[in-house]
């Protein structure tokens, strides 16, 4: 299980302030396939976010037990859960 540092919260909250254009985003063709780690990030109070993790399960997306412990944002009332998938880019 990964712990979140200020270092990565101050990463992640980045990534949503960044422009991404298409040519940054096409990943260039491989002979074979690989793995690459897609983080995803969830924020809200305790309970909105065991709900929407708990959603997420019943659509088959991930586990429960795959997401981080809650982390406190800061925020009053703000948590932050994480989970990492593998994704197979072909």
Do not use: Q
């Not at 793995?35 to 429960?64: E, M, N, Q, T």
């Amino acid at each position: 299980m990964e712990v979140a540092t200020e270092e990565t919260e101050t990463e992640i909250r980045s990534l949503g302030s960044s422009t991404w254009s298409r040519e940054e985003s096409t990943v260039p063709p491989t002979d074979s396939p690989r793995r690459d780690p897609v983080r995803l990030v969830a924020y809200g109070s305790l309970v909105a976010c065991d709900r929407i993790i708990k959603h997420l399960h019943i659509l088959h997306f991930a586990d429960p037990n795959d997401w981080t412990e809650p982390l406190p944002t800061g925020r009053p009332n703000e948590w932050m859960r994480m989970v990492t998938k593998n994704l197979l880019i072909e």
